[in-house]
C-alpha cells in the first residue's frame, strides 16, 4: 500500500467501502429494525444528528439506549434546551434514575453549545440530548472532539433544516411519523453506506399506539408512558 495511505489508515483517517466492521455500532437502539439496518445498533460516542418534527415520537426512540447507557455506569445524562416539559413521571416509569438527569434550559443557541460541549468533554456525562436549529461544520467538529474526550455521545434534534450542508456527524436520520412508529431514513452512517427508508414498529413499547390505527378520530388520553415526544 502507498506510504500515504498507509499513514492515513493507521489514523482511522481512511475509510474503506468493504471494511464496514471497523465502526461500531455496538450499542442496541432497543428497535430490531433499527438494529439491523445501523448493523448493531448506535454508536458508543461522538455525534448523531436526527432531522425530525416536535412531537412525533423522535425521543421515544433514543429512550431505550439512553437507560441502557445510564444502567451501565454511573454519569449522566442531560437534555440541553427541549422545546417542551419532560415528564419526570414517565422517566422514572421507564426505569431512568431522576437524580442522574439534568435537564438545561438555555438562552440562546450558542449557549446551548456551549453547554453541550462542557458536559461531554467533562467526562460526567454519558449521553447529550440537545435541541438545536442550525449548525455549523466547526461546531460540529468541537462537539466530537468534546464527546471523544468524555466518551460521551451527543443527539442533535433539529426540526427540517433551512440549509442543507454536510455535517461531519457519526449518524444523520431523517423521522417522519407513522401510525405505530416512525418512518426513518439513515441519510449518513459513518464508515459505511446509508440504507434505504424503513419503519420502526414503536407499539410493543408503547401499546396505546396500536389505538391509532383502529379509531383515527377518537382522541387517545395519554398515560404515563406517552407523555414524550
Not at 467526562?123 to 435541541?131: A, D, K, P, R
Not at 472532539?145 to 468524555?150: F, P
Not at 427540517?160 to 431523517?174: E, F, G, I, M, N
Request: hydrophobic share 40%; proline share 5%; charged share 15%.
Amino acid at each position: 500500500m502507498n506510504p500515504i495511505l498507509e499513514h492515513l489508515k493507521n489514523k482511522n483517517l481512511l475509510w474503506q467501502a468493504n471494511h464496514t466492521s471497523q465502526i461500531a455500532y455496538a450499542n442496541s437502539t432497543g428497535f430490531s429494525e433499527l438494529d439491523q439496518q445501523l448493523q448493531g445498533g448506535f454508536p458508543q460516542n461522538g455525534v448523531i444528528d436526527i432531522e425530525s418534527p416536535i412531537g412525533i415520537g423522535e425521543l421515544r426512540l433514543l429512550l431505550p439506549d439512553l437507560l441502557t447507557r445510564q444502567q451501565s455506569g454511573d454519569r449522566l445524562l442531560v437534555f440541553i434546551a427541549p422545546p417542551m416539559l419532560l415528564n419526570s413521571e414517565m422517566l422514572a416509569e421507564f426505569g431512568f434514575e431522576l437524580h442522574r438527569v439534568l435537564i438545561l434550559k438555555t438562552i440562546s443557541s450558542a449557549q446551548s453549545l456551549w453547554c453541550a460541549e462542557q458536559c461531554l468533554a467533562s467526562g460526567c456525562c454519558y449521553s447529550v440530548v440537545l435541541w438545536q436549529h442550525d449548525i455549523a461544520i466547526n461546531q460540529v467538529k468541537r462537539l466530537h472532539l468534546a464527546a471523544d474526550k468524555g466518551d460521551a455521545l451527543i443527539t442533535m434534534l433539529r426540526q427540517q433544516k433551512t440549509v442543507q450542508t454536510a455535517l461531519p456527524v457519526s449518524l444523520a436520520l431523517r423521522l417522519r411519523a407513522q401510525p405505530q412508529g416512525l418512518h426513518v431514513e439513515v441519510t449518513k452512517r459513518k464508515g459505511a453506506w446509508p440504507s434505504s427508508a424503513f419503519t420502526v414498529d414503536m407499539s410493543n413499547k408503547w401499546p396505546e399506539l396500536n389505538c391509532q390505527s383502529i379509531a383515527e378520530n377518537v382522541v387517545q388520553f395519554p398515560n404515563r408512558h406517552s407523555q414524550i415526544a
